[in-house]
């Protein structure tokens, strides 16, 4: 669920105030009266009890660390900005929003990013201890190009001091050397890197490996800056790693690159197989994510306080729909068709009242990777298993909810898997399907063609090659600001995916003609941008629901599905 949709599930707005405040909504519109009349001790401390009693109460620790700021607590509001994102990770989603939080929190680091020169030994402590910054990096991929650039020259000065003698690491900067190695790692090692960082990086590599060999001590700091550009796990001292005792920084880095890889190659043998995986286009897809499992993430979600019924769920985002009621009592059976490192299966489980999910991939590294990262308050209530959609329908399950998001596309035949999918749907059942649109994808088409015609592969060392060869040339294409463009496998996914079809309204528009469909709408993120697209259609006359207007509409406008097309259907 996203942002809106938890505030509307809280009812979090009162409409008064009273001087003892009963509920969450009356307590937050008191905070926000004092905070209106430049209050800021009451506002804070109205603000803190509220989060007393709801933790991941969002609107609460935004209030909050404004407050703060208006206070000019800086590292008072850094703190809570941290806590917001421990508490509530689909904050860190909107990228844009977490950069200029970040410098409006840290001057320091605002200025550092306009300057073209980073010393690892003269960053400010201000940058290096800030909780938030901590925070973003150990938690989610850096989505802004020029934040990436100071990290990438700090991370390449943190090195070349590291192989220089004479020159040891103080104060604050092993702990944030952490902080970096985690992002690195988070980003598949996806920054770019000099001739003299690679020379550095193998002597660097020879010199841990020898003393590791000879049983002679380490520097934990001479640990982390490889951790920065090269996995721990995969590191031919690996093993010797385990058997140390390192400070908390490093042992958190050990734990990401080391423990948990091992954790989930363990757990690929126990993942059930449900299908055959075919040959051709469904075992090259298979191979892509086996090397590069997708999407990489840290933090699931916080749960709504109270999960919706489907129904609701659906009469929020289409109240002039005329859907039947799914009609699931109790249970409600979920299948997520293509689920990859298992986020969007986990926070479908925890949102949806009596939801019961099985996810299916082609990719077992994928499937052990969403394995490993079921909570305990979602045991028993998801499972993952590995699966061919095109050979699905044959499993002796049905479901009431069946979620395909940006899976079908990666099939040689689309329509055939969406059609094996329909076959475990009950009656009555709904589906929500993410298909790439042929108009919205067409610059990601040209620039594939580009990527081929000029040799690129899809390596590490080419993807990285192509990233800097964009910036070099002062390319300004819009998918250098998409996600996807910030880590390997995502850029891998989006410039060099092994397969990939495109498709119409009118071909959806026949396929649910065909195979007895009811449309009930296209979703838009963020609520707000669907409100818009629902109160401009009834503006022009149109129905939502006419597949035809939303063709002619989108040929005036065809980055409108520039993710992908995502609508929800109903089976007759």
């Not at 109460?57 to 209030?63: K, L, V």
């Not at 989505?143 to 604050?172: F, H, I, N, Q, Y």
């Not at 063609?449 to 002062?474: E, T």
């Not at 998918?479 to 496998?489: R, T």
Request: with cysteine; proline share 7%.
């Amino acid at each position: 669920m996203n942002r809106k949709e938890r505030r509307a599930q809280r009812h979090a707005d009162a409409s008064s105030t009273t001087p003892a405040p009963r509920t969450a909504g009356d307590l937050l519109q008191q905070a926000r009266t004092h905070q209106a009349r430049g209050e800021w001790n009451a506002a804070v401390a109205a603000y803190k009890r509220l989060l007393a009693a709801q933790p991941d109460f969002i609107p609460a620790h935004e209030g909050l660390i404004a407050a703060c700021l208006a206070q000019g607590r800086r590292d008072a509001a850094s703190e809570q900005a941290a806590a917001l994102a421990a508490a509530a990770p689909q904050t860190l989603s909107q990228f844009a929003m977490i950069v200029a939080r970040l410098k409006a929190l840290v001057p320091e680091l605002a200025a550092a990013m306009a300057d073209a020169s980073v010393q690892a030994g003269r960053v400010p402590a201000a940058i290096l201890t800030n909780p938030f910054l901590r925070m973003v990096l150990e938690s989610t991929v850096v989505r802004d190009a020029a934040l990436e650039r100071w990290l990438t020259a700090l991370r390449a000065s943190l090195l070349l001091d590291v192989v220089t003698p004479g020159k040891p690491a103080e104060g604050a900067l092993p702990g944030f050397s952490g902080s970096l190695a985690r992002q690195c790692f988070l980003n598949e090692y996806v920054f770019s890197r000099s001739a003299a960082e690679i020379a550095a990086l193998d002597a660097l590599r020879a010199r841990l490996t020898a003393a590791f060999a000879a049983g002679q001590p380490v520097e934990p700091i001479a640990l982390l800056a490889y951790a920065a550009y090269e996995s721990l796990g995969a590191a031919p001292f690996a093993q010797a790693l385990m058997e140390r005792s390192w400070p908390p920084a490093l042992h958190a880095v050990i734990a990401q690159q080391v423990t948990e890889p091992r954790e989930e190659r363990a757990l690929m043998a126990a993942i059930p197989r449900l299908t055959p995986i075919g040959e051709g286009v469904s075992a090259a897809v298979r191979e892509q994510y086996e090397e590069n499992p997708y999407p990489r993430w840290v933090r699931l979600a916080s749960p709504p306080a109270v999960p919706f019924a489907l129904d609701d769920y659906l009469r929020l985002f289409f109240p002039a729909a005329p859907f039947r009621p799914v009609g699931a009592s109790g249970r409600l059976d979920v299948l997520v068709a293509g689920c990859g490192t298992g986020r969007h299966a986990l926070e479908l489980a925890q949102s949806f009242r009596g939801a019961h999910v099985l996810g299916v991939d082609l990719s077992l590294a994928s499937l052990a990777a969403a394995q490993r990262r079921v909570p305990p308050h979602l045991a028993g209530k998801v499972e993952f298993a590995q699966a061919d959609i095109l050979a699905i329908g044959a499993i002796d399950r049905c479901f009431d909810f069946i979620s395909a998001g940006g899976v079908l596309h990666h099939m040689d035949d689309p329509l055939a898997g969406w059609r094996e999918l329909l076959k475990l749907l009950k009656p009555d059942g709904v589906m929500q399907v993410g298909l790439y649109s042929l108009l919205a994808r067409k610059e990601i088409i040209e620039a594939r063609a580009m990527i081929a015609a000029q040799g690129y592969r899809p390596v590490p060392d080419d993807i990285r090659r192509l990233r800097d060869d964009l910036r070099a040339k002062g390319e300004k294409r819009p998918f250098m600001e998409l996600d996807d463009f910030f880590a390997m496998s995502d850029c891998r996914d989006l410039l060099f995916h092994v397969h990939e079809r495109q498709i119409t309204i009118p071909q959806i528009k026949a396929f649910l003609a065909a195979n007895g469909l009811n449309f009930i709408g296209f979703q838009f993120s963020p609520p707000e941008a669907h409100e818009h697209y629902r109160a401009l259609f009834a503006r022009q006359g149109w129905s939502a629901r006419d597949l035809d207007c939303w063709d002619r509409f989108e040929r005036s406008e065809p980055q409108l599905f520039a993710g992908m097309y995502v609508f929800w259907v109903q089976k007759a």
